[in-house]
């Protein structure tokens, strides 16, 4: 479950365009062109919504940032969460991440303008919650230990060509255009 709500909070990184182009682009967008405005829906419910937290779009980032600390803080990989706790995961990511149409967009956007020129919007994305950069399923039987992949330099076989140009590196030789003879001459 972790992994889920981590895709989706990676959506937070903030987009390129400004919200006023995004919401022009919508509103100029024909209805026929579906796949299109759902795009843009989505990205401006990300923008408006989740980064900037409009309605009740804080409420439910913080909903999901609290899930995501408790699932972490418990054995995340072993545990089902029960089907409640799920769907409301599901609601919240429903509300900030999709397409979903929650209708005046231009409403949406003078409360947006409103709250800037008030100096009262905080921008929060991905990089501001404090997830873990790397979030991955620990291997069973490692105990959260991985195997070193490397051997060591003093145990390759002397025989193998490959062991060959890692000793000449080792040792700092030149390789093979290296053709003097032990008393240095060429």
Same mark, same amino acid.
């Given at each position: 479950?972790?992994?889920?709500?981590?895709?989706?909070?990676?959506?937070? =990184?903030?987009? /390129?365009?400004? @919200?006023?182009?995004? +919401?022009?682009?919508?509103? *100029?967008?024909?209805?026929?062109?579906?796949?299109?405005?759902? !795009?843009?829906?989505?990205?401006? $419910?990300?923008?408006?919504?989740? =980064?900037?937290? +409009?309605?009740?779009?804080?409420?439910?980032?913080?909903?999901?940032?609290?899930?995501?600390? +408790?699932?972490?803080?418990?054995?995340?990989?072993?545990?089902?969460?029960?089907?409640?706790?799920?769907? /409301? @995961?599901?609601?919240?990511?429903?509300?900030?991440? *999709?397409?979903?149409?929650?209708?005046?967009?231009? *409403?949406?956007?003078?409360?947006?303008?409103?709250?800037?020129?008030?100096?009262? +919007?905080?921008?929060?994305?991905?990089?501001?919650?404090? @997830?873990?950069?790397? @979030?991955?399923?620990? /291997?069973?039987?490692? $105990?959260?230990?991985?195997? /070193?992949?490397?051997?060591?330099? $003093?145990? =390759?076989?002397?025989?193998? *060509?490959?062991?060959?140009?890692?000793?000449?590196?080792?040792?700092?030789?030149?390789?093979?255009?290296?053709?003097?003879?032990? !008393?240095?001459?060429?």
């Amino acid at each position: 479950m972790v992994l889920y709500m981590a895709k989706f909070l990676r959506g937070l =990184v903030g987009e /390129k365009k400004s @919200i006023r182009c995004v +919401l022009a682009e919508y509103q *100029t967008t024909d209805s026929s062109q579906r796949k299109a405005r759902e !795009a843009l829906r989505r990205q401006l $419910n990300t923008l408006l919504l989740g =980064v900037y937290g +409009l309605r009740e779009g804080r409420a439910h980032l913080n909903y999901l940032r609290h899930e995501m600390d +408790l699932c972490m803080n418990a054995d995340p990989w072993k545990q089902e969460l029960p089907p409640e706790r799920r769907n /409301k @995961i599901d609601e919240a990511i429903r509300y900030l991440f *999709t397409a979903y149409d929650h209708g005046d967009y231009p *409403t949406l956007w003078k409360e947006y303008e409103q709250r800037c020129r008030a100096n009262e +919007l905080q921008r929060l994305t991905y990089y501001d919650l404090g @997830i873990p950069r790397m @979030i991955f399923k620990p /291997k069973p039987g490692n $105990n959260g230990k991985q195997k /070193k992949k490397h051997k060591k330099l $003093n145990n =390759v076989d002397p025989n193998s *060509t490959k062991g060959k140009k890692k000793e000449r590196r080792r040792k700092g030789r030149k390789g093979k255009g290296d053709y003097s003879d032990d !008393a240095g001459n060429m």
